[in-house]
DNA sequence: ACCTGAACACCGTTCAAGT
DNA sequence: ACCTGAACACCGTTCAAGT
């Protein structure tokens, strides 16, 4: 027995991490195995169904006790790993890989309100992890070129925007509550 | 004199709206303009610029008088190519593209309102997109594997989540201005 | 079950050369 | 200025064959 469908996965979540999605190719990923690129359909059928997998993996275990640190969660699996929004998002994780957080954020906000948080968490990631990789390389949008901004400050100020957006969209939701009167969880 | 830098953004865009992203190549777009790949190199640089010059010419003109007619506006013009939502989104259209459209809305709702709801836009956009080609394909997501629902039915109520998302923001937009009584106009 | 080796039909990009 | 032709270093995927 030489590899497992688990040794493929993480190999290929190896060459993501260092190397970023566009070197993300079958015959990477053998090289990392050290295996031809064909033993690689042995265990996967195709590219697509891998990238899926490595999207179900980097979203594996999000979870918390209310909207925002779920929320919170998910968007750190997503920049936990480079190119991890991406990634997630390109995999169609809005309607599978994430549909478990989704199920469990609707418990607590409804379908419509976990829908709009979760649609606005990946969008906010996706843009956070192409900001921070612009400013690593250099390519600064202009507008923060003269300002000597750290990346880690800019992180920070990402992430500040991130939990106002999120509060924005709880107090749309809470709005919406006080409109018909009823709690999630008491509907049906 | 043959073609021009706009021929090849033209030829490109009716290559992605006929054949989808994954067949767009230099390649597929030198033979859509009858000429030898090599040729595209004259009017662009590489792909990605192209990639980037398409996201432009797809979200241009997106306007209106109201946040919520100017999102919209620019759902649909993500909605009116195939692919557009991944094309727009992948270009970084976060920063550069989108980013007349952002000014735009700043001046109504304020920065972090205009980013909030612009997030929001693409991610939904995206999802619609993604949901109403694997309901063409017959790759149907189990939930709604039985329910005989039409493309129709389905792009109208995806579009009708899409308002309610957009409603949610504003209400809670709203409570932001209540809370330091000031309108965005006014600030500074 | 897991892998190799060879092949097929593709890629993006460069560069000398033509008109 | 705009294009051709040829080349380089890659792709994803298939398939017979090995162990």
Redesign the pocket.
Known sequence: ?????D?VIVAALGVLDTHGLE??????F?VA???????????V????T?LALMADEIVRGVGGDDPVSVCRALRNALLSIRDGADVVATASAFRLGASAVETYLAGMVGDEGARTLLLYTFGQAQSTQTQLQAHEIGALPAEVAASELTPEALEAELTTSFDRGIAIILAGLATQHEADGTDEREKR
Chains 1, 2 share one sequence.
């Open positions: 027995m030489r590899n497992t469908r040794d070197f993300c190719s079958m015959r990477r053998a195995l050290d295996v031809q690129p064909s033993a690689l359909y042995h265990h059928p195709n590219k697509q891998l």
